[in-house]
């Protein structure tokens, strides 16, 4: 297989074992570290920012898993890089296409709307508001009734 930052043949036992990726990101930690970071997304391996890979190197495969829409069958397809559909960690030898990139700011978005509706649900000291569309329904414990009875008193 090609290194898609050296642009080597590698074998595959040193590539899937990340031998060659270490070294190779240590020999070109300056390219690396030019890859425009344009998203607020991770790699699943090592949480580190995805990189924004420019049009070099062979063809990709996404790790986006079933949700992907290059994968058949689950299986990812090889996808050509065309400069704006491949984002690295290149350490852990993990990418995502745009699709999947976008799907995962999609859902933390989502994430983060549900989040704020929760925190807006709450009223003044942890009380739920009237507003049916916003109300949670929680059960109080004993002893948060407790305290909110001898704020009360």
Known sequence: MQCHLCLVK???GKWESGI???KCADNNLGVLQRLPIPFDVT?????G?????????????????????????GRPLPLDNNGAN???????????????VQRRMRRRA?????????GMA????????RDPDLLQV???????LKLEYSDVR
Do not use: T, Y
Not at 43 to 47: E, G, L
Not at 111 to 117: L, Q, R, T, Y
Not at 122 to 129: D, E, K, T, V, W
Not at 138 to 144: F, L, N, V
């Open 10 to 12: 590698v074998g595959r």
């Open 20 to 22: 060659h990726r270490r």
């Open 43 to 47: 790699c699943s391996i090592c949480h």
């Open 49 to 73: 920012m995805l990189r924004q890979w420019p049009r070099r190197g062979p063809a990709f495969r996404c790790g986006g898993g079933r949700g992907c829409p290059a994968a058949m069958g």
């Open 86 to 100: 491949r984002f690295s960690c290149f350490e852990c030898g993990f990418d995502l296409c745009r699709s999947c």
């Open 110 to 118: 989502e994430a983060a709307a549900v989040k704020e509706g929760q």
């Open 122 to 129: 709450r009223g003044r000291r942890g009380q739920a508001n």
């Open 138 to 144: 929680r059960e109080p414990s004993i002893r948060r």
